[in-house]
């Protein structure tokens, strides 16, 4: 806290250019010890958290987002450079450890009015380094992979049997094509402590205005304290407004769930407008049962974005009736399929 008090007074006015429009929450701005209350250190600590302070650091970050991601990704027999947003974002980090061509071929860019860096992590089909390009898609860094690595784990992991075969098919063959992990790219927006405590004070001060816009005299709901035999399906039985302008949402499920500590559900997220009509969803989060209560408790975090208009929420358990590796929700959900599977025919691709 200290240091972020040191450069108080230097970008104050950005702040304000950044977050605020009119003369009365201008005054309030400019009082100094409203703006110490007002910044979220629970916020600012959580990305802190998830600092990289190393180019090693970051090449560990991208193999975990590898793994969240790779196994929803279209299939696909080609490269088509597949680009999924890293979480959180943006991401600190400490650029001290950092090689110097790293850092000197960063290229800072612009993020709601605070710099950031952008970078996407790579993995190479043929060598499988980990390689780094800034914003101008110009390679700025590159590790090797990490000793015995194999590309093929994301097949095994779909298909555990694939990993014991001693003979290889045409059908094996096409999906270790499939599930190679280099169809993923991985996008980051590193940003310097700085520039993050500046991120952070700007959606403390959103969320405290809109909080202040929303009181009205209206009362707030109680969180939901969930209950043995109080659902009988999933389903979403409180939303809240947390103190850093998140929304959370809570989802609740039978009790038969809490038996499985393997069971898993997935939430779904869908803004207002187009998105809604056009049945534009995204996959917010996988997460598995929470065994000790019968509900989950999940904080959107692109709920915080100053672009997002009315959001809609959907959940689905992780099953996969047909065994094409995709989930019945991502199905339905991300690819509109209502019936049927994704799993694409030996004989629809000339095997």
């Known amino acids: 806290m200290k240091k972020f008090l040191r450069s108080w007074h230097t970008w104050v006015a950005v702040i ?9 929450l201008l005054a309030q701005v400019f009082d100094s010890a409203k703006l110490v209350e007002t910044f979220n250190g629970d916020l600012y600590k959580e990305y802190k958290a998830h600092q990289v302070l190393s180019l090693d650091e970051l090449a560990k970050d991208f193999q975990y987002q590898q793994s969240i991601w790779m196994p929803l990704a279209p299939p696909s027999t080609e490269f088509w450079g597949w680009t999924q947003e890293a979480n959180p974002a943006p991401l600190p980090f400490d650029p001290a450890d950092f090689p110097k061509d790293f850092v000197a071929g960063l290229i800072p860019s612009s993020r709601d009015g605070v710099v950031v860096y952008p970078v996407t992590a790579w993995e190479d089909p043929k060598t499988r380094d980990r390689v780094f ?11 090797p992979a990490p000793q015995g690595y194999d590309p093929r784990w994301c ?14 098919t045409d059908k094996n063959t096409w999906l270790e094509l499939v599930y ?10 590193l940003i310097l402590d700085d520039d993050l405590i500046k991120w952070v004070l700007a959606r403390s001060i959103r969320a405290s ?22 659902v009988t399906n999933i389903q979403f039985v409180d939303i809240q407004k ?9 989802l ?17 997220t869908c803004d207002g407008g187009r998105g809604l009509l056009d049945s534009w969803w995204d996959l917010g989060v996988r997460t598995n049962v929470n065994t000790s209560t019968n509900f989950i408790v999940w904080a959107d975090p692109g709920s915080t974005d100053s672009n997002v208009t009315p959001r809609f929420y959907a959940a689905a358990l992780t099953n996969d009736a ?19 599977s994704l799993w694409v025919n030996e004989e629809d691709i000339g095997l």
Request: no cysteine; hydrophobic share 35%; charged share 15%.
């Open 322 to 340: 047909d065994g094409d590796g995709f989930s019945d929700g991502f199905e339905k959900f991300v690819y509109q399929v209502l019936s049927g």
């Open 16 to 24: 304000v250019a950044l977050t605020l429009g009119t003369s009365l």
């Open 242 to 250: 947390e103190t850093n302008g998140a929304v959370s949402v809570t």
């Open 209 to 230: 205005l809109m909080a202040q816009q929303g009181t009205g005299g209206g009362v707030m709901m109680m969180k939901w304290q969930g209950g043995t035999g109080t």
């Open 155 to 168: 097949v095994f992991d779909m298909y555990p049997a694939m990993a014991t075969l001693t003979a290889k």
């Open 133 to 143: 390009y800034n914003a101008d898609n110009k390679e700025i860094g590159s590790l």
């Open 252 to 268: 609740a499920y039978p009790d038969q769930y809490r038996t499985n500590a393997s069971t898993g559900f997935e939430i779904f």
């Open 180 to 189: 190679d992990p280099s169809h993923l790219q991985i996008r980051y927006d």
